[in-house]
């Protein structure tokens, strides 16, 4: 079992659709990341969060530390979200190793 | 800022060639992460460094990979000599401290070794 996992590996949504990114891990954790990355390749980083919900326009992450669980939520969505979601954490006993998702791969149709 | 600078964008080149890889992170950050990414594997972190000094290399494939960090601005990955295997996306990245901070990446250079 992996000690990061993303759901659903692959989603198509329609343009206006909310779409929801899910994230288990198993591990303790001091923060985890949401990071997008487009066709071209590039990596954004998207959240960097370790409790609560944070916002940035039509983009919402929360984190339940407890259940360890984070949801990744598109609301709107626009053909230009089309991108792999990639949710990575940082574990509590360290500082620079990330352990990362596979990965979820978002097509959003017009 | 320009953002975490990286080159060349593309290199290809033949099996046992010395391939050296550059990064210039972003003014003010301490910490500087090299990543590689293969349809197999992912993501995975290759070095670690935290204001010029390697913290974490436990990534680095085998000795044929080195990385330095001679000063705050600048970064080399190197692999020598270099394998078919090796062909990947590399991507350098920084933050302020550490890997519990935002990181910025850098537009990472695909590698082809032929």
């Known amino acids: 079992k992996n000690e990061v996992e993303q759901s659903p590996q692959n989603l198509t949504a329609q343009e206006g659709e909310f779409i929801t990114i899910n994230c288990s891990y198993s591990?303790?954790?001091?923060?985890l990341h949401w990071l997008q990355q487009h066709p071209g390749g590039g990596i954004v980083s998207l959240f960097m969060?370790?409790?609560g919900k944070k916002k940035h326009g039509r983009l919402i992450a929360t984190i339940n530390i407890q259940e360890k669980h984070s949801s990744l939520h598109i609301t709107a969505s626009h053909p230009r979200d089309s991108a792999v979601y990639i949710c990575?954490?940082?574990?509590?006993?360290?500082?620079?190793?990330?352990?990362f998702g596979e990965g979820t791969q978002l097509t959003v149709n017009p | 800022d320009a953002g975490v600078i990286q080159s060349p964008r593309h290199e290809v080149t033949e099996m046992g060639q010395e391939v050296t890889l550059r990064c210039k992170p972003i003014?003010?950050?301490?910490?500087l992460f090299w990543y590689r990414q293969t349809m197999m594997r992912g993501l995975e972190l290759l070095i670690y460094?935290?204001?010029?000094?390697?913290?974490?290399d436990s990534g680095m494939p085998e000795d044929r990979f080195s990385a330095k960090m001679p000063n705050a601005s600048f970064s080399t990955l190197k692999i020598q000599p270099s394998e078919p295997r090796d062909s990947a996306v590399y991507f350098c990245?920084?933050?302020?401290?550490?890997?519990?901070?935002?990181?910025?990446f850098g537009s990472g250079t695909q590698l082809s070794v032929l």
């Open positions: 003014s003010g950050h301490n910490s």
């Open positions: 591990v303790g954790i001091s923060a």
């Open positions: 990245a920084s933050s302020r401290q550490g890997a519990d901070e935002k990181l910025f």
């Open positions: 460094f935290n204001n010029n000094v390697p913290i974490d």
């Open positions: 990575a954490v940082s574990p509590g006993t360290s500082g620079s190793r990330l352990t």
């Open positions: 969060l370790s409790s």
